[in-house]
């Protein structure tokens, strides 16, 4: 069994297709998916969707990329994790590629998320793009260590995901490690353990080959496994059972339900 540690299927391509989407997840033995908030206004679909169905967990936050939002308060993104489906905090971060200039309350958001991801005990979803130094200073400042979590969607150096992993971070990789011009990333990939990988399709985006430039889906999280074991010369069995229990481990509220 394989699990999707990050996608988006609120997102109206998939969330229109729903059950045509849970038939694939099923069909190549998917089991479980972990649905991400990109806002708060968007949260209630997230919840909606893990609460109609029961191998759909949901996250609470708001993602670096969204500037003209109201900034979500430690108290708010905590008040929203008492739910049972609810089961980490993010996606959060910072993202300085596809955001240039004063980025000073990207970083407090940021540090909000943390905050709010310990006290509520749950672990933290970590979007990062070229801002490593930023991100991993953020991280000690705060204490992330103490939350725990996943650097999501890992396109960074290997020294980065080595320091996050430090901070008892999982790294997880997506569709990208199938790309021709990721050589970089599958030597990342190669060198870490796979007692600290995820896996992901961070769907509707991103879509692993051989499916590059369809619609992506968590269906195709076995692709991102495949590769993994061709990368560290493994099996695929091998990748879905330790990158399964890897996110069980991480996400422990999901075995509360
Ligand atoms: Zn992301
Ligand atoms: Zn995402």
Not at 17 to 25: C, G, K
Not at 57 to 85: Q, W
Not at 91 to 119: C, S, V
Not at 181 to 203: F, G
Request: a negative charge.
């Amino acid at each position: 069994m394989y699990i999707d540690s990050h996608c988006h299927i609120n997102f109206p391509e998939l969330h229109k297709n729903i059950d045509e989407v849970l038939a694939n997840m099923s069909q190549n033995k998917v089991t479980h998916a972990l649905c991400v908030s990109v806002t708060l206004d968007n949260f209630a679909e997230v919840l909606g969707l893990a609460n109609q169905h029961k191998h759909i967990f949901a996250s609470v936050g708001v993602h670096p990329d969204y500037e003209d939002i109201d900034e979500p308060t430690v108290d708010a993104l905590v008040a929203h994790t008492r739910n049972d489906k609810v089961v980490a905090i993010g996606e959060t971060g910072l993202d300085y590629f596809r955001l240039k200039g004063d980025l000073t309350w990207q970083k407090d958001r940021f540090r909000n998320h943390i905050r709010a991801a310990i006290e509520s005990k749950l672990p933290l979803i970590i979007h990062t793009r070229n801002a490593q130094e930023d991100t991993i200073k953020i991280m000690k400042e705060e204490g992330a260590k103490d939350a725990r979590g996943v650097m999501h969607c890992f396109t960074e150096t290997y020294e980065m995901a080595k320091q996050a992993i430090a901070q008892g971070f999982f790294i997880s990789f997506s569709g990208i490690i199938t790309f021709k011009n990721a050589d970089l990333l599958r030597e990342t990939v190669r060198k870490i353990p796979l007692e600290n990988i995820l896996i992901e399709t961070d769907s509707p985006y991103l879509a692993p080959v051989p499916n590059r430039g369809k619609l992506n889906q968590p269906s195709n999280v076995i692709y991102v496994a495949d590769k993994i074991a061709e990368i560290k010369n493994i099996s695929v069995e091998e990748v879905a059972e330790i990158s399964t229990n890897n996110f069980f481990t991480l996400f422990n509220k999901c075995l509360s339900k």
